[in-house]
């Protein structure tokens, strides 16, 4: 019997998305001679009834190196937390878990996967709970689950960052100016660590190592006395000072998840307060999560979707596909909400240290 399998993407997008759906339609059609159907916007799309996307090699063939993803994302509410207004206008939360089921019954889905972040993989996990047969593919820019030692994006962002800040540095150096690059990563500061160091950072500054925006114009001044007349510095979007609170552009809502942002210009602001230096801020923002994803992200996006479908096939519901050194095994969803940071005290951050570049 042919199975009949959905996927959708859940969360914020991440270069790659479009090459894991490519390798999941390609795989089940060629290895196993399965139909696959794209859902659309997520588990919201699911609930509200969109109409799914059908998917075939045909269509899904030139997805590979199309950033973004062609089904849409959501990263707004919680599919089981749905506000319902009353009668009286008052608004109550509605687990929804069991519509989602009965919609995946009224779609012939036999299976379902589900490529994500800790928010997918959590709504993925209680529906396996209440009996869906769900398989994950994790995904995000910020390369901070601990449970995959890579996730797809990651190398794009960093790529995107990276080139970034070699432009920066021609500036720089033109108008002797020190320049400030904010970066993505949340709460994690392996964007900022490795287009630092890949960047030539004089100063990267991790949410992991809360600064001290002296030890940052101390070493710009001695950069200066030594003859170099610009310098680089990479804050991480998490980054605070020692006795201070992250920046957020928006607190969050129940609707919506907070958003970090902005503290890249009190840097900024600090660094022109304490030396007599020109500065310049930067916030790279979505960029660095648009366009195409690199070959490295290709390859990690397509190996992971097809080991989605063969997860499907070995029926590991409640898995989702992790990188272990070269291989790829099954973690368990719940693994996801396990954060991985950047460790002040590790061999990262040390050699970078040996290299003169100073954390704050
Ligand atoms: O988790 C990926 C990420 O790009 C973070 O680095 C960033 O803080 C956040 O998502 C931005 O979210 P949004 O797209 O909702 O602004």
């Known amino acids: 019997m042919t199975k009949r399998i959905g996927i959708l993407t859940g969360g914020g997008d991440a270069p790659g998305l479009n090459a894991v759906i490519r390798s999941v339609v390609l795989t089940a059609y060629n290895a196993f001679g399965w139909e696959v159907v794209g859902i659309r916007q997520g588990f919201d799309g699911l609930l ?7 998917l075939s090699p045909h269509n899904a063939y030139d997805l590979l190196a199309r950033g973004g993803t062609v089904l849409g994302a959501v990263n707004r509410g919680n599919p089981f937390m749905r506000p319902v207004v009353q009668p009286d206008g008052t608004q109550i939360m509605v687990d929804a878990a069991q519509d989602v089921i009965t919609r995946m019954h009224e779609l012939n889905l036999d299976a379902m996967i589900a490529a994500g972040g800790a928010g997918t ?5 209680r529906l396996v709970e209440l009996g869906a047969r769900i398989v994950g593919v994790p995904k995000t820019i910020d390369n901070d689950l601990s449970a995959t030692d890579v996730t797809f994006g990651f190398d794009t962002a960093v790529v995107t960052a990276t080139e970034a800040l070699d432009k920066l540095q021609t500036t720089a150096e033109s108008h002797h100016r020190v320049m400030v690059l904010e970066v993505m990563g949340r709460d994690a500061g392996w964007i900022a660590l490795t287009t630092g160091v890949a960047g030539g950072a004089d100063a990267i500054l991790v949410p992991e190592i809360p600064f001290d925006i002296n030890i940052v114009c101390d070493k710009i001044l001695a950069l200066q006395e030594a003859g170099r007349r610009y310098s680089l510095v990479v804050v991480a979007e998490g980054a605070h000072p020692i006795d201070g609170e992250q920046e957020y552009i928006f607190h969050g809502d129940p609707m919506s998840q907070a958003r970090l942002g902005g503290i890249g210009y009190l840097v900024g602001n600090a660094i022109a307060d304490c030396l007599e230096a020109e500065v310049r801020v930067t916030r790279l923002g979505h960029v660095q999560r648009g366009g195409q994803p690199t070959p490295r992200d290709r390859w990690l996006a397509t190996r992971f979707g097809s080991a989605a479908v063969h ?12 990188l272990r050194g070269t291989k790829l095994i099954a973690a368990p969803m719940q693994d996801a909400a396990k954060i991985n940071r950047v460790n002040p005290d590790g061999e990262m951050v040390r050699m970078a240290r040996h290299l003169g570049i100073v954390f704050g």
């Open 48 to 54: 509200a009834g969109t109409p799914v996307m059908t």
């Open 121 to 125: 993989m959590a709504a993925a996990l």
């Open 311 to 322: 997860f499907v096939a070995q029926e590991r519901w409640g898995h989702m596909v992790a």
